[in-house]
């Protein structure tokens, strides 16, 4: 089993619509948590970090349950802009480990 | 302005030979990574360091060497490049390793013929 895995998509979306992405990690001592977006041949970039209460940034919402396993992003009222690559990470043992990412494509 | 820079942007070389690349991050931070992103697009870290400790992914041939000349620094040397070390190599640094925001370099895009 990989250490963090993703669905990799691609998930084809019609604009406006909600889409969720779910991460899976295998190790249970992991402490923290992130989403990052990467856009086409572009470098990744922090979308947010993932607190255990759950957090929100505008349009976007992203969960942690720590029983399961597994983090969540929510993107509400998807913009074409949304169009991206969605990493997943873990940190474990004070490494990061990188999902393979999650392909969302928006179309209008 | 920019955060963390990398150079070339583009490189093209033959099998066999020796190359290096240069990042450079002006954000104080004391972590500085490389990646490597292949075809498929999985981004996979080669590299960590700060100026105690170097972290090296088991997984990476012993042709590749990080080398820091200063805090500021990281650069990335090749040596006899292989086909299969085609990919875009990607520099990043933060303040500390597991908790703190990676900042990304723009990459690296090696092509070796």
């Known amino acids: 089993r990989k250490e963090v895995e993703q669905d990799p998509g691609p998930f084809n979306v019609p604009e406006g619509a909600t889409v969720a992405f779910n991460c899976t990690y295998s190790?249970?001592?992991?402490?923290?948590f992130f989403w990052y977006r990467q856009d086409c041949r572009k470098e990744p970039k922090l979308l947010m970090s993932v607190y255990s209460s759950g957090n929100e940034d505008g349009r976007f919402t992203a969960q942690l349950n720590r029983a399961s396993q597994y983090i969540s992003l929510l993107i509400r009222d998807s913009k074409l802009s949304d169009s991206a690559t969605y990493l997943c990470?873990?940190?474990?043992?004070?490494?990061?480990?990188w999902g393979a990412g999650t392909k969302l494509i928006i179309k209008p | 302005d920019t955060a963390v820079s990398q150079t070339p942007k583009y490189l093209v070389t033959q099998m066999g030979n020796d190359k290096s690349i240069k990042c450079e991050q002006n954000?104080?931070?004391?972590?500085m990574y490389w990646y490597k992103q292949d075809s498929k697009k999985f981004l996979k870290i080669m590299f960590s360091y700060n100026n105690k400790e170097l972290i090296i992914n088991e997984t990476v041939p012993n042709r590749f060497s990080p080398k820091s000349p200063d805090k500021a620094h990281l650069n990335l040397h090749i040596n006899s490049l292989e086909l299969g070390d085609s990919a875009v190599y990607f520099c990043?640094?933060?303040?500390?390793?597991?908790?703190?925001?990676?900042?990304f370099g723009p990459g690296t895009r090696l092509t070796v013929l």
């Open positions: 990470v873990v940190s474990t043992n004070y490494q990061l480990i």
């Open positions: 954000l104080g931070h004391d972590t």
């Open positions: 190790n249970s001592a992991s402490q923290s």
């Open positions: 990043a640094s933060s303040q500390n390793p597991a908790t703190d925001t990676q900042y």
